[in-house]
C-alpha cells in the first residue's frame, strides 16, 4: 500500500511485478512530502509463489525511483497472444495513456529481426485512458 502527503495511491498485490502510480495530484511543488509504504509478507495463498528455492524475504529489496513524465504519456503496455496455432495466433495488446488527446497512437508488431509484421493506428479521443487491439496475425 502507498500513500503520498496521506492520500492512499494504491494496493500492489505480489512482490515480483513492477508497478507505479500517477502521484499528480498529491505531490505538494515546492514542499517536502512524506511517501508512506506498507509491505506485508504473511503467507497468502492468493499471492505465488507458494514455494521456492530460495528464501522469502520481506520488505523493499529492489529499486524504488520517481520517474518523471511529460503531462502526457503513454503508461503501460501488456501485450498476450491467448490463443496460438501453427496457422495464426490471436493477439491483445492493452495500453494505458494519460493526457492523450487528438492525436493518433501507431502500434507496431515486429519480428525477431525488428522488421515490422504489423501496425495498427488509432485516433484518440479526448478523456481516453486505454487503447486495446485485438486482432488475429497470420
Same mark, same amino acid.
Given at each position: 500500500?502507498?500513500?503520498?502527503?496521506?492520500?492512499?495511491?494504491?494496493?500492489? #498485490?505480489?512482490? @515480483?511485478?513492477?508497478?507505479?502510480?500517477? #502521484? /499528480? =495530484?498529491?505531490?505538494?511543488?515546492?514542499? %517536502?512530502?512524506?511517501?508512506?509504504?506498507?509491505?506485508?509478507?504473511?503467507?497468502?495463498?492468493?499471492?505465488?509463489?507458494?514455494?521456492?528455492?530460495?528464501?522469502?524475504?520481506?520488505? #523493499? @529489496?529492489?529499486?524504488?525511483?520517481?520517474?518523471? /513524465?511529460? =503531462?502526457?504519456? $503513454?503508461?503501460?503496455?501488456?501485450?498476450?497472444?491467448? =490463443?496460438?496455432?501453427?496457422?495464426?495466433?490471436? $493477439?491483445?495488446?492493452? /495500453?494505458?495513456?494519460?493526457? &492523450?488527446?487528438?492525436?493518433?497512437?501507431?502500434?507496431?508488431?515486429?519480428?525477431?529481426? %525488428? !522488421? &515490422?509484421? !504489423?501496425?495498427?493506428?488509432?485516433?484518440? +479521443?479526448?478523456?481516453?485512458?486505454?487503447?486495446? &487491439?485485438?486482432? +488475429?496475425?497470420?
Amino acid at each position: 500500500e502507498v500513500w503520498l502527503n496521506g492520500v492512499f495511491l494504491g494496493k500492489h #498485490i505480489g512482490g @515480483y511485478t513492477g508497478f507505479s502510480y500517477n #502521484i /499528480t =495530484k498529491a505531490i505538494r511543488y515546492n514542499q %517536502n512530502n512524506e511517501l508512506v509504504v506498507r509491505v506485508d509478507n504473511r503467507f497468502d495463498y492468493d499471492i505465488p509463489p507458494h514455494t521456492a528455492d530460495y528464501n522469502f524475504a520481506g520488505g #523493499i @529489496y529492489r529499486q524504488v525511483y520517481l520517474q518523471s /513524465t511529460n =503531462k502526457s504519456n $503513454i503508461v503501460q503496455t501488456k501485450c498476450t497472444t491467448p =490463443k496460438v496455432s501453427h496457422k495464426n495466433a490471436a $493477439i491483445h495488446i492493452a /495500453t494505458k495513456i494519460n493526457n &492523450i488527446n487528438g492525436t493518433k497512437i501507431v502500434t507496431n508488431l515486429v519480428n525477431a529481426y %525488428n !522488421e &515490422i509484421i !504489423e501496425s495498427w493506428v488509432q485516433s484518440i +479521443t479526448p478523456q481516453q485512458q486505454q487503447i486495446v &487491439i485485438q486482432d +488475429t496475425i497470420r
